[in-house]
T-cell receptor
């Protein structure tokens, strides 16, 4: 069974631009969650989706948004990029409805975003 | 949400057993303890999960004392490829809970 697929793997953008990252969950998984990982802040929760509905959102500005499609694939968008948005963006999928410490999450390899 | 405390880093040598302890003093009745492993530039990977006593799989063992205020991840006979960051997570499916990673433990296995 294919794992969680994130595209693209690497991305270079300049300040002020916007970016869209894509995540295809494991087949049959309907829950998708997104995380930002930086050396300074570690792994931080962005948001989670289940059946095309956002269930929870982390403490990030409105420039960060996401959506989930009927086939469970998800995208996240960052508008008006800032230098501090440079990070590894990770997507995870799960069989269970919620992205919690109890429900096992399957992570993709991530998208490395560099903002210049 | 239960706060977790782990050592920032640990060193070991190939072939040794490694034990990483996680403290979670305010663990709730419904909380489970889950460990993930992360290699550089990759997403975390689930290792093991438990609620109480001992759990063992093909990769690791998880020891949880009766009071559940701590847990120990045990990696038998580590190899260089076990060099990674290990995260301890504690939580349940209660509404409002979200997946929160702490700083993790950076394990360095030396030859």
């Amino acid at each position: 069974k294919a794992g969680v697929t994130q595209t693209p793997r690497y991305l270079i953008k300049t300040r002020g631009q916007q970016v869209t990252l894509s995540c295809s969950p494991i087949s049959g998984h309907r829950s998708v969650s997104w995380y930002q990982q930086t050396p300074g802040q570690g792994l931080q929760f962005l948001f989670e989706y289940f059946s095309e509905t956002q269930r929870n959102k982390g403490n990030f500005p409105g420039r960060f948004s996401g959506r989930q499609f009927s086939n469970s694939r998800s995208e996240m968008n960052v508008s008006t990029l800032e230098l501090g948005d440079s990070a590894l963006y990770l997507c995870a999928s799960s069989l269970q409805e919620r992205a919690t410490a109890k429900n096992i999450q399957y992570f993709g390899a991530g998208t490395r975003l560099s903002v210049l | 949400l239960a706060k977790t405390t782990q050592p920032i880093s640990m060193d070991s040598y190939e072939g040794q057993e490694v034990n990483i302890t996680c403290s979670h003093n305010n663990i709730a009745t419904n909380d489970y303890i889950t460990w993930y492993q992360q290699f550089p530039s990759q997403g975390p990977r689930f290792i093991i999960q438990g609620y109480k006593t001992k759990v063992t799989n093909e990769v690791a063992s998880l020891f949880i004392p009766a009071d559940r205020k701590s847990s120990t991840l045990s990696l038998p006979r580590v190899s260089l490829s076990d060099t990674a960051v290990y995260y301890c997570l504690v939580g349940s499916n209660n509404a409002g809970n979200m997946l929160t990673f702490g700083g993790g433990t950076r394990l360095m296995v030396k030859p």
